[in-house]
T-cell receptor
């Protein structure tokens, strides 16, 4: 069974540029999560989807961040415009909703110059 | 609000020695508890989980953890560490009361000496 797929794995951009990350969850997983992981810290939830619906986006900085999960499968997280402080690893995870067991992708490491 | 504290930022252990990583949590209901491991440049891999029942949980790679409700702890142990165990370890808490939201600790980086 394929795991959670994320692309790109690495992205370097200049500040004020837009950037997008893509995630394909494990087949059949209805719940999808985007996390932000700063260097030396644990992941922090940005947004959680149940199928197409964003059920928890309270930690998503909505002035510059947006996300979508069309058709309840793949998801895209966008930052526009990027700031220096956005440099971090962006992790996607999915679960079947059974007792919170989440499976993580390898992450996208973003560097903003 | 739920929270997780991992008191040790770094731990250095000799290969073959035992390892224990501490995790204390705060959660207002019955917690679901997890330990994840992250190797450099990789995503998080689930080592083990506790939902209910037996408080001593066995996981992959020879790891185990014990849930102690009275101490709000879920410490991770391994009897004999291998060099490949060098990584960052994260404890996480969640549950139905939190709307399936996981909260992670800050992590403990394990270094293994030959």
């Amino acid at each position: 069974e394929a795991g959670v797929v994320q692309s790109p794995r690495y992205k370097i951009i200049e500040k004020k540029q837009p950037v997008a990350f893509w995630c394909n969850p494990i087949s059949g997983h209805n719940t999808l999560y985007w996390y932000l992981q700063n260097l030396g810290q644990g992941p922090e939830l940005l947004i959680r989807y149940e199928n197409e619906e964003a059920v928890d986006d309270s930690q998503l900085p909505k002035d510059r961040f947006s996300a979508e999960r069309l058709k309840g499968v793949d998801s895209t997280l966008k930052i526009q415009p990027a700031e220096l402080g956005d440099s971090a690893v962006y992790l996607c995870a999915s679960s079947s909703g059974v007792r919170n067991e989440q499976f993580f992708g390898p992450g996208t490491r973003l560097t903003v110059l | 609000a739920q929270s997780v504290t991992q008191p040790d930022i770094h731990i250095t252990v000799s290969e073959g020695a035992s390892l224990e990583l501490r995790c204390n949590y705060s959660y207002g209901a019955t917690p679901y508890l997890f330990w994840y491991v992250q190797s450099p440049g990789q995503g998080l891999q689930l080592l083990l989980k506790y939902f209910s029942g037996d408080t001593l949980v066995q996981g992959i790679k020879g790891f185990e953890a014990e849930f102690k409700r009275s101490q709000s702890s879920f410490n991770l142990r391994k009897p004999s560490v291998h060099w490949s165990d060098a990584a960052e370890y994260f404890c996480a808490v969640g549950g139905r009361a939190a709307g399936n939201k996981l909260t992670f600790g800050g992590g403990t980086r394990v270094l293994v000496k030959p």
